[in-house]
């Protein structure tokens, strides 16, 4: 009997040390759970196999070239919740099953163009309606699971839909975001690799409509990856203190567990649009070009104004900017000039670059470095929609120039003599007025305080960051 009570006092001992050895950050629903996975608990020995439990884990699988992140899962919990199980794939020290969320939009089995996100790590794709004829525009709805959520990161993987046109407005295709911080922000083009924050602000939604274009050239495609994002001590703009998890089990709620999957708890703060965590890093204003086959096209686009924040770590002194390298045409956000022009003289689409020597920097080029030691640190995209598309379309009816060009005084006489002057007498005409082709070259000047330079056939900006 004696030697009977040692074996199981051992056999206690072992179970203690194994079950702090394996039991990791994976988590089942239940006993049942562990149980359809056929891992034998035969015998009392190894009781720890019941305190294995699944976590926030996430899993990244390739399948046909296509690299996808998921979320670790029960095979049931997945399929409960309306993911798709990857053929293959295991995680959670191979007790779990990789997990991803697709949604269609619009939704090609119901036919609804609102789609709405449960998951955290959810990917929203292009439905082959998009290619039609006519195509349908989508709604996607992002509700907040729980008063821990603040914000949700709308990844771009795949973005291509049709540019802006000539004078930078997303007339033809768009995706226009609705949130607490970006208040109908427009972007269209080509955007893969971009990200945006969404705060919720007071409100529990937040939403993105994607308007086709109408004449499919290009068709629609993408795919938007949504992560929630959980704010730990925040305060304003509806930002909620997160309450720790209970050692309590917690059951899945079903179509709402957002908070069970890829979940991240380093929100952008407060204002930021954007929110680069790197050391180092490439910023690119939307629809940039590396490179363009008309050299003439115009990929910045019109009414952008948004903020670019990049993690500020302990003990970083300053961060400097320059143009990223291998590009052809890093920084062309004025047009017009191929020289670069700061402060004052940037009064319409322009960067500003807090505690920097300058502060707005525009035209056709960028420093090679800008410092800014001023914390955190930050930089002000702001694209306003004064863009002149020319002469023929832009004049302004009073000097007969385009706008933003003044008439010269050598051409503020009537050529026509009359009985008065101008509005007076209707039979005196300034040169101005004419709708001479040779307007813009002879007879009107710019006038600086009104636009920085013709702004069409800009380019964007791509600059490189590096904390220091």
């Known amino acids: 009997m004696k030697f009977v009570h040692t074996v199981a006092l051992v056999a206690t001992i072992l179970s203690i040390l194994l079950a702090k050895t394996f039991a990791t950050d994976i988590e089942y629903e239940d006993l049942e759970d562990y149980q ?10 190894f009781p720890f196999v019941a305190v294995v439990r699944f976590g926030d ?6 399948t046909n070239g296509l690299t996808m992140t998921g979320s670790c899962r029960t095979q049931k919990q997945c399929e409960e919740q309306d993911g798709t ?4 794939s295991t995680c959670g020290g191979g ?23 449960r998951s955290s790590g959810t990917h929203i794709v292009s439905s082959n309606s998009l290619s039609m004829s006519t195509p349908t525009p989508c709604q996607i709805n992002f509700q907040r699971p729980s008063k821990d959520i ?25 995706l226009t975001v609705m949130a607490d911080n970006l208040q109908e922000f427009i972007t269209c083009g080509s955007n893969t690799g971009q990200h945006l924050y969404l705060d919720y602000g007071q409100s529990d939604l937040v939403s993105v409509n ?18 929630y994002i959980r704010c730990n001590n925040c305060t304003g703009s509806g930002k909620s203190k997160s309450k720790k998890k209970s050692g309590g089990k917690k059951k899945n709620s079903g179509s709402s567990d957002a908070a069970t999957s890829l979940i991240q708890d380093d929100p952008a703060p407060l204002g930021c649009d954007q929110y680069y965590t790197g050391t180092s890093g490439q910023v690119r204003s939307f629809n940039y070009m590396s490179t363009s086959t008309d050299p003439n096209a115009q990929n910045q686009i019109n009414t952008e104004m948004y903020m670019v924040c990049v993690k500020t770590p302990p003990g970083s002194k300053k961060i400097v900017w320059s143009p ?24 319409t689409d322009y960067i500003d670059i807090p505690g920097s020597p300058q502060g707005r920097y525009c035209g056709g080029s960028f420093p090679d470095s800008v410092i800014s030691s001023a914390r955190p640190f930050q930089m002000y995209v702001y694209f306003n929609g004064e863009e002149i598309p020319g002469i023929n379309n832009m004049i302004n009816p009073t000097t007969g120039c385009p706008i933003g060009y003044d008439c010269l005084d050598q051409y503020s006489t009537p050529i026509i003599p009359g009985q008065g002057s101008p509005p007076n007498d209707p039979s005196a005409i300034l040169p101005c007025q004419t709708p001479a082709a040779d307007a813009l070259g002879e007879q009107c000047a710019l006038n600086p305080g009104l ?4 702004d069409t056939s800009n380019n964007g900006f791509c600059l490189q960051y590096t904390i220091m």
Do not use: H
């Open 36 to 45: 359809q996975r056929n891992i034998s608990r035969d015998g009392r020995l």
């Open 57 to 62: 884990e996430t899993c990244t699988t390739t």
């Open 85 to 88: 199980v990857i053929s293959g």
């Open 95 to 117: 007790y779990g099953v990789c997990c991803t969320f697709r949604l269609s939009c619009p939704s090609s089995s119901s036919g609804n163009n609102i789609v709405t996100v």
């Open 150 to 174: 603040c914000e949700v990161r709308l990844d771009f993987i795949n973005f291509n839909i049709a540019g802006p046109n000539e004078v930078g407005d997303c007339n033809r295709a768009s």
């Open 210 to 227: 994607i308007n086709p274009n109408t004449d499919n050239n290009p068709a629609p495609v993408f795919d938007l990856q949504a992560t």
């Open 324 to 347: 990223c390298p291998g590009e052809t045409n890093p920084f062309d956000i004025t047009g017009g000039d191929s020289t670069g022009k700061t402060g004052s003289d940037c009064q």
């Open 451 to 454: 636009i920085d330079f013709v």
